[in-house]
């Protein structure tokens, strides 16, 4: 196991119990309250099985399982896959969570009709591995909705001491460089849709370009397609 690896399940293990706490309210009323509607708007749940890429405590597994769709989840984080299994247990569904990490998933080629990975690509050693690694796994044609930290989002500060020449666990990127990497390794932008914090209103989104409404975003949302090399 890396160096990276390991460094990764000890901070999220430890992470998990904060974010569990506040994981309701994120996707519920949160940054993260759009991100459901904008995957249900990309695949169907009669298109075929989902996987959740980082799937944390199983907020959106089990939001997905509950409106019909056959979804499995993926962390890297022990701690963060119980508090799944806990949750998916409390709400009565049956949903397959395990350990893992998204450069070398456990699956077959081919296997999902879509793929959910958020805030996630970011923390790998190599995005470009991980892209190729969620692309293996989806069926052709299959959409990966990607999630990407965007400038003012405060967990980008997990990068920081990278100016120390310290250990970090972020592979921090812009999104438009998400993007180009993604649409320059096998996918094609099919939608996408920036994320802000309070302050930006649809007036003033309105009036930005895209470039520059990545440039004040909290997060963009990136519908991906896969395409044949």
Not at 51 to 71: E, H, P, R, T, W
Not at 120 to 137: D, G, H, N
């Amino acid at each position: 196991m890396n160096q990276w690896h390991t460094k990764s399940v000890t901070h999220w293990d430890q992470f998990a119990a904060d974010w569990h706490s506040n994981s309701d309210n994120m996707w519920e009323k949160g940054s993260r309250r759009t991100i459901l509607p904008f995957l249900q708007r990309q695949v169907s749940a009669t298109d075929g099985p989902i996987l959740d890429a980082g799937c944390g405590d199983g907020f959106a597994s089990c939001k997905l399982a509950a409106s019909g769709y056959m979804v499995e989840g993926i962390d890297i984080a022990g701690e963060m896959i119980r508090l799944a299994n806990d949750r998916a247990k409390k709400d009565g569904l049956s949903i397959p969570f395990q350990t893992g990490d998204i450069s070398q998933l456990p699956f077959a080629d081919d296997a999902f009709a879509g793929i959910l990975s958020i805030n996630v690509v970011e923390f790998t050693p190599s995005p470009l591995k991980a892209l190729q690694e969620l692309r293996r796994v989806l069926k052709p044609g299959g959409t990966l909705v990607l999630g990407i930290l965007g400038p003012t989002a405060g967990p980008r500060a997990h990068s920081y001491r990278r100016l120390y020449e310290e250990d970090i666990i972020q592979n921090t990127m812009m999104p438009w460089e998400a993007k180009k990497l993604a649409t320059e390794n096998g996918f094609f932008l099919q939608e996408e849709e920036p994320v802000y914090k309070e302050g930006i209103t649809p007036d003033i989104a309105g009036r930005l370009s895209v470039e520059l409404r990545e440039a004040v975003s909290f997060l963009t949302l990136f519908a991906l397609k896969k395409r044949e090399l």
